[in-house]
Each structure stands twice: as C-alpha cells, then as structure tokens.
C-alpha cells in the first residue's frame, strides 16, 4: 500500500527524523510512532534476532548484569522464553563460574535440586519446613547422609497424625520408587520423561539417579506437561547446538595493583567460563569509550576469536566504532537513562536513549554490529521504539521484581517487594562493582556513587513478565506492518510528542479501575 504524500512532513523516518532534531536530545516519551498500513497480525510476527555470528535470541529481550536481577534463575527463564540473562560480576569469580554451569546445565523441566529429607527426620519436622517454607507440594525423595537415595515420602503420610514418626518408618522404599538413570536420559530428556509418565498410569514424580544411586533431580509429571505444550508456543527456549540453554556473563575491565589491566586475570576467568559453556561475555562498564574497555576486548578478542563479546556502554557513534573496531560483536547503548541510574545528576553526562540509539545505530550499521538498547525501559512501548534503531532491550527494573530475581521477597505495609539497586550504588559497589564507575575499590575509600538503592513491587514469574512485553511488541510490530525485526526497523516512523500529548497517551479523565491481571 502507498503511503500518502500528506504524511511525510510529519511522520518521518529515523534518518529525516533525528537530524531534524539534533539540537535536543530525546528518550522514549518524546517522541511516537506512526502506524502503517498493514496485513500483519501480530501473533504472526517474528521477533528472533542476530547479536553474532553465533548467537541468535529468540525475543530480543536481555536481563541486565546486575545484582538484583541476573544469577543463575534468572537467566534459565530468560532463556527458557528465548531470550538471554548476563550473569552479573557482583561476586567471586569461582561463584559466577557456577552460576554459569547452573544454567548451561540446566534441564528444563528438570528439578536439579529438589528438596530432601533425611530417614532421621521426623514427619512432624517435614510438616514444620513445609510451613516455613511455604511449599506448595508435600511429596520428598529421601536421601542418606551419603547422596545415596532411599526412598520417597509421599505427601499422603506428611500428616499432622503421622508427626511423631521417623520418615524411615513412613517412607516408600527404594525398590518400590520409580527411577531412572541420568545416562538414559538422552537428547531430549522431557520426551523421555514424557514417555515414562505414558507407561505408568498414576506414578507422577520420576527421580533421576547416577550410576551410584545418587539423587541427581526429580521429574513431576505436572511440569513435563506443561513443557510439552508450550513446545507449540511460538517463542522457543534460546538454545546452543547441544540444546542447552544459552548463558551470558560479565566481567569488568580488570586492573591489577599498580592499576594496569590484569589481562592475564581476565583471560583466566573468561578462559573458565569458556570451558563451563558461557555463549557470550559481556564487557561492562560505565564508560565503554575508554582505554581500559577497548583493551580487555581487544584481548578477548584475540584469545577467542569465535565468542561472541558484548561491550559498553556508549552513547556516541565515535564510541560505537571504537568498539566494534577492538573487536565487540554489540554494543550496549545507555548512559543514565536506567531506573536506578543517578549517573546524568552525578557526572553531569548522559544522553536520551532515542538519540543515543539513533547516533549508535548509524555507526553500528556501517560497521555490522549489533546494538543493545539498555536502560530507561518501563513499558512494552518504550521496546518497540527501542527496537526501530537496535537489535535488543536491556532490562534491569522490568525484570528486578519478579520471583526469578536474586533476593527475597519484602513486606512493607500488606504489599510484597524485591530490592533493586543500582551496581553504582554504595552498597553494590561494596560489594565489588566499583570497577564498573571507575571507582576505587577499596570500599573504605571515599566513592561518588551513580546509582540508588529502591524497591520493586514483586511481580511474577519473569514468564509471566515477558508475555506482557511480547504481546506489547507484536502488537506495536502489527500497527507497523513489520513482519519481523528488520522490517520495524525499516518502516519505522516518528514525531515529536507535547507534554500534552504525553498525558494525552496515557489513561486519563477516569478511575481507573485495577483488573487484577
Ligand atoms: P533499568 O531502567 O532497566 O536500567 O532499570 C538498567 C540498566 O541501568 C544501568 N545501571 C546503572 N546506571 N548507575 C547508572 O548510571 C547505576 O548504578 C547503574 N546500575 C545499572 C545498566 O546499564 C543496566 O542494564
């Protein structure tokens, strides 16, 4: 379909557009999207996405490195739905060497840790944990001191009556428990658990055993179902070519006591997680246009010639190019636009992601990197926009809130929350981040922090979450007419928004009512 001649002079595109506004800066809410015809509907589009020669998501969604929001959890559920999770660098290195092996390890559907019991314990004690706890099931394999399984005990004798007997007494022994052999479990370990549950009528739980007898997981068959339908869901688990979830991590540009790059560090620690599975580093910083930053990629670079590197953060063209020349596959863009971020009020630098992107973007085009638009995200709006100048979203806020976050749950006033902090806060960098803000990091030296400690309101499985983000996306791809990616990218047209239309685009004039979705 034509586009009418009456449009163009205000419904531009990116390269009309952001030159015509280069003497302001803009972010997310300046500006908006014009629709297009279209004969796309949005559960039709296709939202996988290139950030490598080998490494490709399936949404274009990443979980940021930070603290509060990427370990092990929560990037096997970002990966799960097709995206990926940075590990964050916030900890020893041998800890982030197993929170890589967590994931790449992971079998989805799975239960790699399930929860035991002991042939001492009482049931009365069980009961007790289970209340603690707050588990939602009542059924426990039951292991001896050594590993070794013994028996199950089955959620129908963990009653209150029963609670003076030893879970020895109660337990259903080993011979009669259903197993199998974690050897036998193959490529496609749910299918396999798919088939047991077909030939055994009744039996709902399959324990995985090595060839010790030691307990290795736990198969329910409530979860392998629900992983056999979702294997129709249009968004796989983002996976490596041996079908194991995909993993980033961190690091930081390393410097050793007389304060040059520790290079010999970094290539050690990266060298680990190489050989623990990582797909992807990413170097993380503050300031991505920097000696220091360049350097660790460019060394990267040359030791592993085939990983993928992610490296930041910039906001200028000159920053993209320098990058990409040392060597980084993408790029991430955003200097202070984060939700924790106190970088533009502390140092005074900073530029609005729109413009930030676009410049970025541009560059990156004419090197072939890709951009990774990180920071400032609140809704599934913001991504779209997002989206028409790079190749994925950073989320840090979006995802800090659900249960996959590190951390616990928080009860203020009847309503539950996570805590969330900037890693240029005092207390993340404490913990070790400082090298992020180029700060010392002896944490009794005076530091300027960039960052803010807040809460979150808890909200939900990352799954959950990232339905959301999806169908905002596809929607905002349909209005477009973009089949896929690159076509938002190419169709993608812009103006400026008023602070009028700003109130204009959000609800207004109403109560609103909550719908308790
Ligand atoms: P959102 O808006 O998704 O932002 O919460 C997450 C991103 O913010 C960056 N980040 C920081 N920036 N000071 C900053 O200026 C900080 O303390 C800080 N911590 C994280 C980071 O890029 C992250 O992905």
Redesign the pocket.
């Known amino acids: 379909m034509r586009n009418s001649g009456f449009d163009d002079p205000f419904y531009q595109p990116a390269d009309h557009f952001f030159p015509a506004n280069n003497k302001l800066a803009l972010t997310f809410d300046d500006i908006t999207l014009a629709t297009l015809f279209s004969e796309i509907l949005p559960r039709d589009t296709q939202l996988d996405t290139q950030l490598a020669e080998n490494l490709r998501l399936n949404i274009p969604v990443i979980s ?1 490195d ?1 603290d509060t929001v990427t370990e092990s959890r929560m990037a096997i559920a970002m990966a799960a739905n097709g995206g990926l999770g940075l590990i964050h660098y916030n900890m020893p290195e041998r800890q982030q060497l197993s929170e890589v092996s967590r994931v790449k390890n992971h079998v989805h559907g799975l239960i790699q840790e399930p929860i035991q019991v002991t042939p001492e314990q009482l049931i009365g004690d069980v009961l007790k944990m289970i209340e603690e706890r707050k588990f939602a099931f009542g059924t426990f394999p039951v292991v001896n001191e050594k590993g070794k399984l013994v028996g199950l005990l089955s959620g129908h004798v963990v009653k209150p009556r029963y609670a003076k007997r030893k879970v020895a007494e109660a337990l259903t022994p080993r011979a009669q428990v259903h197993t199998i052999r974690q050897k036998e479990l193959g490529k496609d370990p749910i299918a396999r658990a798919d088939k047991f549950f077909n030939e055994h009528p009744g039996i709902h739980k399959l324990l995985v055993v090595d060839d010790k007898d030691n307990l290795r997981g736990l198969f329910t068959m409530s979860d392998v179902e629900r992983i056999t339908q979702e294997r129709d869901a249009q968004f796989k688990p983002a996976r490596d070519a041996h079908f194991h979830l995909i993993c980033g991590a961190a690091v930081s540009a390393t410097r050793n006591a007389f304060g040059e790059l520790d290079r010999e560090r970094i290539l050690n620690h990266v060298g680990a997680l190489v050989e623990r599975g990582v797909d992807v580093i990413a170097v993380s910083t ?1 300031h991505g246009y920097s000696k220091g930053v360049g350097d660790t990629v460019r060394v990267l670079r040359d030791a592993f010639p085939q990983l993928p590197l992610i490296a930041g ?1 910039v906001t200028s063209a000159a920053g993209v190019e320098y990058l990409a020349d040392c060597g980084a596959n993408a790029i ?1 863009v ?1 200097q ?8 533009r009020i502390v140092a005074g630098v900073g530029i609005p992601q729109m413009t930030a992107l676009y410049v970025s973007s541009r560059a990156a085009a004419k090197k072939k990197v890709a951009i990774l638009a ?4 609140t809704k599934s709006g913001d991504i779209v926009k997002a989206l028409t100048l790079s190749q994925a979203v ?5 995802f800090a809130g659900c249960n996959e976050a590190p951390g616990e749950v928080i009860e203020i006033g009847g309503k539950l929350y996570k805590q969330y902090r ?4 005092f207390a ?1 960098m404490k913990t070790g981040s400082a090298a992020r803000y180029g700060q010392p990091a002896n944490p009794t030296q005076k530091v300027a922090a ?2 803010i400690e807040a809460l979150k309101e808890a909200c939900g499985s990352v799954d959950r979450v990232l339905a959301q983000l999806i169908g905002g996306i596809q929607s905002g791809m349909g209005y477009l007419g973009a089949a896929n990616l690159a076509q938002l990218r190419d169709k993608a047209r812009y103006t400026r928004v008023s602070p009028a239309g700003m109130r204009e685009a959000a609800p207004h004039d109403v109560v609103e009512l909550k719908t308790g979705n």
Do not use: L, V, Y
């Open positions: 940021s930070m503050a953060n991430k955003g202070g636009p984060g939700s924790i971020c106190t970088t990180d920071g400032g995200i950073i989320c840090g806020g979006i900037g890693m240029g806060s993340a960039e960052g």
